[in-house]
């Protein structure tokens, strides 16, 4: 408190659970600061009694919290998953009272007073089960901040899609006069205050999943303002939480997609970015990531969501990845798949698997390119990756064919993929070279122009050739 020069009261700091606020503390508090539970993350008790036991041979004579054998779980707000505990009652408990905790802060907090939430969670319904529970307690998010707070060297970081980054959300009480708002408005707002601040973060270096939370923040100054919002076009219905963040990860999915069609120097295109079908928008995020290598899948499956897809259409409807150990990978990105199929109970996306992107050379189905699962349009990537087989069989007939019965000559937006994927290949791949041919032999040829200069048959019968 030295640093400041005027005569400010010594603030009073308290260490306490939200159970123990009351009604008498209405109003008391300028600044709560909480870091609240992980969802299914982390059971906080059960691990704290590793420590416990020994500090409490130290300890149980001199402090009370230390008088237990082990340290008190009924009222700890966490989803449990050990298999003792049924999920669905846990769910049920965790997110009611996180409903409840923040309705307790929201009673404790002084009328100018702030609360300031720390969140580093990767799972979707993490955060829609946090927003929900802030939202309805009668706060507004009015500023968010990414900080790198974790260790890349932890021993959570090795093998797992943890975050880098945590969260800082601070919010404020919102009026109980504010009135419901418009989906059509809210995210207009949205998408001007998470502009700016997407340019910002990408300069600033964030990346993957850590990219797509820290953008939640300033989105949620928008959705925040409101006790709860509606549809303008479906009369009695509301935009929930979870439609309103699918927004928000679109925004940054097209952002992202955008950023490299176009090259980082340029800037991103994002209305080119918009007009990306969402397996072609999910192969460019995960290829950009993660290259070809094998990836987190909850990185993977939270890029999947924000695409509108799952982990397991991209598998087994777009054939576009496996998950480890369903399609090895020799040295050399283009090798052949392996047949040998060794995927164990971690291929189901639990934390701790990868996935991996197939190569163009492990995309065989004879359908692709041709058509789509269940009648579909046809994903670029596919046309791309169909295009490669055709030119490095040599049949430029076939090639040109192809091109011009999809008019994929003329379409700004698959050279632009092209152009994109020969800057994410590996220089001693076949993929570059191959790229490079089709590219340069689709400039060379341009578009397939009807010759003006018709020959017309002037013969009695009258009909023109």
């Given at each position: 408190m030295g640093a400041f020069t005027t005569n400010i009261k010594s603030p009073v700091i308290f260490s306490k659970s939200v159970l123990?606020?009351?009604?008498?503390?209405?109003?008391?508090?300028?600044?709560?600061?909480?870091?609240?539970?992980?969802?299914?993350?982390?059971?906080?008790?059960?691990?704290?009694?590793?420590?416990?036991?020994?500090?409490?041979?130290?300890?149980?004579?001199?402090?009370?919290?230390?008088?237990g054998l082990f340290t008190p779980k009924k009222q700890e707000i966490v989803q449990h998953i050990r298999s003792d505990k049924d999920k669905i009652e846990e769910r049920k408990k965790f997110e009611q009272w996180m409903s409840e905790a923040f309705i307790k802060m929201n009673h404790s907090l002084s009328a100018g007073g702030l609360l300031t939430i720390v969140f580093a969670h990767k799972d979707p319904e993490a955060w829609e089960t946090l927003v929900t529970a802030i939202i309805q307690?009668?706060?507004?998010?009015?500023?968010?901040?990414?900080?790198?707070?974790?260790?890349?060297?932890?021993?959570?970081?090795?093998?797992?899609?943890?975050?880098?980054?945590?969260?800082?959300?601070?919010?404020?009480?919102?009026?109980?006069?504010?009135?419901?708002?418009?989906?059509?408005?809210?995210?207009?707002?949205?998408?001007?205050?998470?502009?700016?601040?997407?340019?910002?973060?990408?300069?600033?270096?964030?990346?993957?999943?850590?990219?797509?939370?820290?953008?939640?923040?300033?989105?949620?100054?928008?959705?925040?303002?409101?006790?709860?919002?509606?549809?303008?076009?479906?009369?009695?219905?509301?935009?929930?939480?979870?439609?309103?963040?699918?927004?928000?990860?679109?925004?940054?999915?097209?952002?992202?997609?955008?950023?490299?069609?176009?090259?980082?120097?340029?800037?991103?295109?994002?209305?080119?970015?918009?007009?990306?079908?969402?397996?072609?928008?999910?192969?460019?995020?995960?290829?950009?990531?993660?290259?070809?290598?094998?990836?987190?899948?909850?990185?993977?499956?939270?890029?999947?969501?924000?695409?509108?897809?799952?982990?397991?259409?991209?598998?087994?409807?777009?054939?576009?990845?496996?998950?480890?150990?369903?399609?090895?990978?020799?040295?050399?990105?283009?090798?052949?798949?392996?047949?040998?199929?060794?995927?164990?109970?971690?291929a189901n996306g639990d934390s701790g698997s990868k996935i991996k992107l197939k190569t163009w050379v492990q995309r065989k189905r004879t359908t692709m390119g041709f058509e789509a699962p269940s009648g579909r349009p046809i994903p670029l990537i596919d046309r791309v990756h169909r295009l490669m087989h055709l030119w490095r069989a040599g049949d430029v007939h076939k090639v040109d064919e192809y091109l011009d019965d999809n008019g994929l000559r003329r379409q700004e937006l698959f050279k632009r993929l092209v152009q994109s994927l020969i800057e994410l290949s590996n220089g001693g791949s076949d993929e570059r070279p191959i790229l490079e041919s089709l590219s340069n032999h689709i400039q060379a040829k341009g578009a397939k122009v009807s010759d003006p200069q018709k020959e017309f048959d002037f013969s009695d019968n009258g009909t023109s050739n």
């Open positions: 123990d606020l009351n009604v008498s503390d209405k109003n008391q508090y300028d600044l709560i600061i909480t870091d609240p539970p992980y969802y299914q993350a982390v059971s906080y008790a059960d691990l704290s009694d590793f420590f416990y036991v020994w500090l409490r041979c130290i300890f149980s004579d001199k402090l009370d919290p230390f008088k307690a009668g706060h507004i998010v009015c500023a968010s901040w990414p900080i790198q707070t974790e260790m890349p060297n932890r021993s959570r970081g090795f093998g797992f899609s943890s975050l880098a980054s945590s969260i800082w959300l601070v919010c404020k009480k919102r009026a109980i006069t504010t009135r419901p708002g418009w989906d059509n408005k809210v995210l207009e707002e949205m998408r001007a205050n998470i502009a700016e601040r997407l340019h910002d973060y990408w300069d600033a270096g964030i990346r993957g999943p850590d990219f797509v939370w820290a953008a939640t923040g300033p989105a949620l100054e928008a959705y925040s303002k409101h006790p709860i919002v509606k549809k303008a076009n479906t009369p009695g219905e509301v935009m929930s939480v979870g439609e309103f963040l699918s927004h928000v990860r679109r925004m940054v999915v097209d952002f992202v997609v955008g950023q490299v069609l176009t090259g980082e120097k340029e800037g991103s295109d994002m209305a080119a970015a918009d007009r990306m079908d969402a397996p072609t928008a999910y192969y460019l995020l995960h290829r950009h990531d993660f290259g070809l290598e094998e990836a987190p899948s909850g990185a993977c499956i939270l890029y999947a969501t924000a695409c509108g897809l799952s982990d397991r259409e991209l598998e087994t409807a777009w054939d576009l990845v496996s998950h480890k150990g369903t399609a090895k990978h020799t040295p050399g990105e283009d090798a052949e798949p392996d047949t040998d199929d060794d995927a164990g109970p971690e």
